[in-house]
């Protein structure tokens, strides 16, 4: 049962990790095309409201990429904590997720002085 649990995480991990390589790799792409829409437009001399809609629904698209982004963090948080509840932490497993603790500690302020 052991080599089962280890292997249902490895599986989980190894997709998981893919499907967020891709988030990442679709938010830049996003990104990209919206630069792109604003720079042709700009050089080709036509009108500041054109290709507006588009424009406007690529920064949503981009803006929910990075919101997709930001729950596959959360993912992460709950993915670290699986191993433990099926017995398998003690057993030398490690994962890529930061552990559940480590991911809701809070960033301290920074101040800037002159």
């Known amino acids: 049962m052991l080599k089962e ?3 249902a ?5 190894a997709d998981f990790l893919k499907a ?7 938010a830049r792409h996003a990104a990209s095309c919206m630069s792109t829409m604003l720079v042709q437009r700009a050089e ?3 009108p500041l409201g054109t290709g507006l ?3 406007e629904l690529m920064n949503d698209v981009a803006a929910l990429l ?7 963090v959360d993912v ?18 490690t994962s890529p997720c930061p552990p559940a603790t480590a991911a809701h500690e809070t960033v301290p302020h920074l101040q800037i002085v002159a």
Do not use: Y
């Not at 948080?77 to 017995?87: F, K, N, Q, R, T």
């Open 66 to 72: 990075v919101r997709a982004r930001k729950l596959s």
């Open 76 to 93: 992460h948080v709950e993915l670290a904590m699986i191993p433990e509840e099926i017995g398998i932490r003690n057993f030398g497993h």
């Open 20 to 26: 967020e390589q891709a988030i990442d790799e679709a």
């Open 5 to 7: 649990r280890r292997a």
């Open 9 to 13: 995480v490895a599986k989980v991990t």
């Open 44 to 46: 080709a001399n036509l």
């Open 53 to 55: 809609k588009a424009i």
